[in-house]
């Protein structure tokens, strides 16, 4: 399995609103609803911001949103803050019941 | 509130077996809501998902790994068990333990360990 692709890298001032893609597909993200979005920081563990492509769970802040087209998610975080500078990974479940993850988005806040 | 940890050697020769242990607390890993699974990330890498087990003990593994690799569950202990077979210096990496959760219409990692550092040495 390929690993989903993400850009290498997004940056933003504070305030506006950035949004990372995340393209797969048919076998993963065009064809199941269960694509999940991770926050890292440096030397932390993976935080899960988004679930089930849209949902956050609980004690995530609003600003952070995931939708999805045909076989490319998206994650958009509003407002963004200092707060926020941090890895960002994709990940989709997939036809042969396995997971798989993109390679990940550098955020940088201005 | 669930907590998972990983413990095992930090340091691996080459060509031998990776053994970790995830211990599960605050929660038990016999429920059917949830499976179990194993993901890495190399030094300066992405997240790599290695494998999972289920409620029913059914067990997937990433294809690139499936030759190499065990992930176990021992109920009566609460313990996931991850063995990788013939390691090289690619498999040096923080490994993490995660929960699942899976019922209709949804289905994530929700709970991850903090990870535990492995490297391979020659």
């Known amino acids: 399995q390929s690993a989903l692709t993400q850009p290498a890298s997004v940056s933003g001032s504070p305030g506006q609103s950035i949004t990372i893609s995340c393209t797969g597909t048919?076998?993963?993200?065009?064809?199941?609803?269960?694509v999940s979005w991770y926050q890292q920081h440096p030397g932390k563990a993976p935080k899960l911001m988004i679930y089930?492509?849209?949902k956050r769970p609980s004690g995530v802040s609003s600003r952070f949103s995931g939708s999805k087209s045909g076989n490319t998610a998206s994650l958009t975080i509003s407002g963004l803050q200092a707060e926020d500078e941090a890895d960002y990974y994709c990940?989709?479940?997939?036809?042969?019941?396995?997971?798989?993850f993109g390679g990940g988005t550098k955020v940088t806040v201005l | 509130q669930l907590q998972l940890q990983e413990s095992g050697p930090g340091l691996v020769k080459a060509s031998e077996t990776l053994s970790l242990i995830c211990t599960v607390s605050s929660g038990s890993i016999s429920s059917s809501s949830y499976y179990w699974g194993w993901i890495r990330q190399p030094p300066g890498k992405g997240l790599e998902w290695i494998g999972s087990?289920?409620?029913?003990?059914?067990?997937y593994y990433n294809p690139s790994l499936t030759s190499r690799v065990t992930i176990s569950a021992d109920t009566s202990k609460n313990e996931l068990s991850l063995k990788l077979s013939s390691v090289t210096a690619a498999d040096t990496a923080v490994y993490y333990c995660?929960?699942?959760?899976?019922?209709?219409?949804?289905?994530?990692?929700?709970?991850w360990g903090k990870g535990t550092t492995v490297t391979v040495s020659s």
């Open positions: 990940s989709s479940y997939t036809n042969s019941v396995t997971w798989v």
């Open positions: 048919s076998s993963d993200v065009g064809g199941h609803n269960y």
């Open positions: 995660a929960r699942g959760f899976l019922e209709w219409l949804s289905n994530h990692m929700d709970v």
């Open positions: 089930d492509v849209s």
């Open positions: 087990i289920y409620y029913s003990g059914s067990t």
